[in-house]
């Protein structure tokens, strides 16, 4: 094999990562929604490392088990049983390395007398981190669009 | 050429026809929305297999044709001339070979007396096959998220 | 290098470019929302080609500096202080060469007496053109999706 061969593939198999990485990171917080409005605790929590968290205003999620928990919550069971939608927008993600950053904006939809309400508007700033299973939410900071400062900071990579 | 470089470059079209499957049942479900929304009943059509089905509660369409046909119902083309959006999320997508399987959540929003309002919110599974012409959906299915166990059910690849 | 190698890394190298530009358009679109919802104005603007403009009904917007200005507005900054998301849905892009289009609907919620709203539902048609640093939008043009044909006809790329 010439050098130069060598070279183009190396080249194209950094790039291909690299477009991997981005869909991998896509697809991951495009199952979120889903997952939690079916009500599958354990999977929706296994999108985050080991160590990974999850704020949303003042409820402080420092554990995997703890966003399990907020999913077999009384008042997650609520959401699913009147009927929801977790609507999370395209992600915004940038990757380096082993670790990447996503931004996105949500509305939470309730069904609720026969009618479909946004019960909220939400910025997310992800941190994600790769581990040897893929792509993972090492942390979650989400707040809600109601005009603070603090939930248009979180819209910036 | 060497084995090594044969293998490598083997190996690259593969992780490669995987992103190009992702990207493509992406780009067809991103294009459900604006045909729908538009009018245009053969192209939406069009994004089913040749046998393909779309069942929605109790509405069973199960051609093309009959995809078509909902699309350019009085009932569809009351929505557009008054003005509707529907909103399909970010596709979750799982291909293997030449089948594939999605899920979104998605909002239908009608333009009434000056206001836009949340219609209904939606889960839907779909089926995908490799054709000739590309991949095409041979089967959706949706049910509102109302709290029933059954479109819960749906929100899983 | 033999030709038949030479041949097999040629095409990946164009079958890649395809779906690196398809991904870049789509994060181009994906950073709108959190853009504008996050008052970068400049930012939002320099999605734009120097010449770029975007038209949404009676306002004109000839050059990025007018995006600028309109993300600074009184009536905009009124939005984000009050709480607001532009939501767009996932683009369908299609590229050829160094040209592209993509097409996508979106809501605009507020929020207002602690409530969410959709405030307006839109079709939006975008050319994109590749420049030396990346794809940026040359036009962008966007019509309210209430009954009009003229929102309809921009839903096709």
Redesign the interface.
């Known amino acids: ?2 050098t ?3 070279d ?2 190396t080249k ?2 950094q ?2 990562q690299y ?2 990485d ?2 991998a990171i ?2 991951l ?3 979120y ?3 939690v ?4 605790a354990d999977e929706a929590a296994a999108l985050w490392t080991e160590d990974g968290s999850y704020h949303v205003e003042r409820l402080a999620m420092r554990t995997p088990a703890h966003i399990a928990a907020m999913v077999r919550s009384e008042e997650h069971q609520s959401y ?14 940038q990757v380096e390395g082993d670790e990447a950053t996503a ?3 949500s ?1 939470m ?1 309730l ?1 609720r007398d026969g ?7 939400t ?1 997310s700033h992800f941190r994600l981190r790769r581990t040897a299973e893929g792509w993972r939410i090492s942390h979650r900071e989400s707040a ?5 400062p603090r ?3 979180l ?2 990579p």
């Open positions: 094999m010439t130069d061969t060598d183009r593939i194209i198999e790039r291909l477009v991997e981005q869909l896509t697809q917080l495009a199952s929604g889903p997952l409005d079916a009500g599958r699913l049983t009147g009927g929801s939608v977790h609507f999370l927008g395209p992600a915004w993600v931004v996105c904006e509305l939809v069904h009618e479909y309400r946004i019960n909220r508007g910025a809600l669009l109601d005009g603070s939930a248009r900071a819209l910036a």
